[in-house]
């Protein structure tokens, strides 16, 4: 086998399963692998997206891989209550990470590298507004509004069905990391109820609020219209990196 793509693959939430280059990206002889499966030998292995980063830098997972290449696209951290990603691992062939600005002193090898599902096709399709404020929700979580008077979806829900949901809105109220980037991604004016890490290393930032004061937020929430391009460039870059790495 050539190339191993290695990612939360079993699992209910949407943006971890949709978060790997395997599926936006051609290379040899490609497979995908669940974070907890053993992985054969191959010539390289590419870790993410998601926050994997611990597993790399304080697991190891990547040392029992036997692969030329070891590389990892879009990975991040999550560190709860806090704003503070942390120290990044620093022993991978290529490592880009999905906060901005950790790549910054961290090596000639490090770069940031926003989670590649932006290269998705369905960010191209032409959504009709219909919505003027919709939740998008992190299933697992309650630090969010629980309004039953705005149009709700949760992040178990298929990539077609919440990217066609978040298209169809104005302004997107999420506590998800990828329903904030998706938002984003199509557009939109992005208020975040954060509880983590993640949330604090976009290039391009929501509006953060919480349960008392998410209505004033609706004013200075900001769309950001070339985010998707630009994120696509740099995942197009970093792909062109990996080439000339393996060849």
């Known amino acids: 086998m050539k190339t191993a793509f290695v990612h939360i693959k079993d699992t209910v939430n949407t943006g971890d399963k949709a978060c790997t280059p395997f599926h936006y990206f051609d290379f040899p002889e490609p497979e995908c692998f669940d974070l907890k499966d053993n992985i054969p030998s191959c010539d390289t292995v590419i870790y993410g997206g998601g926050a994997i980063e611990p597993k790399l830098r304080n697991e190891k997972l990547h040392h029992n891989v036997d692969a030329k290449h070891k590389i990892a696209w879009g990975i991040g ?142 004013n200075s929430a900001q769309a950001h219209p070339d985010a998707l391009d630009d994120c696509r460039s740099l995942n197009v870059s970093f792909y062109n990196s990996i080439k000339n790495l393996i060849g």
């Open 77 to 218: 951290t999550s560190r709860s209550r806090s704003k503070e990603h942390g120290p990044l691992v620093d022993d991978l062939d290529l490592c880009g990470v999905r906060e901005v600005g950790r790549e910054i002193n961290a090596g000639p090898n490090v770069y940031y590298v926003p989670c590649v599902s932006c290269m998705s096709p369905l960010f191209d399709i032409p959504y009709k507004e219909d919505m003027e404020i919709s939740i998008y929700k992190h299933a697992a979580k309650d630090n969010i509004i629980n309004d039953s008077g705005l149009p709700t979806i949760n992040n178990r829900a298929p990539l077609d069905e919440a990217i066609e949901f978040m298209g169809r809105s104005h302004v997107v109220i999420t506590n998800s990391f990828h329903g904030v980037y998706w938002a984003t991604m199509l557009g939109k004016k992005v208020i975040c109820f954060p509880f983590s890490s993640k949330f604090y290393g976009y290039k391009y930032p929501p509006s953060y609020a919480n349960k008392e004061n998410w209505r004033l937020k609706l």
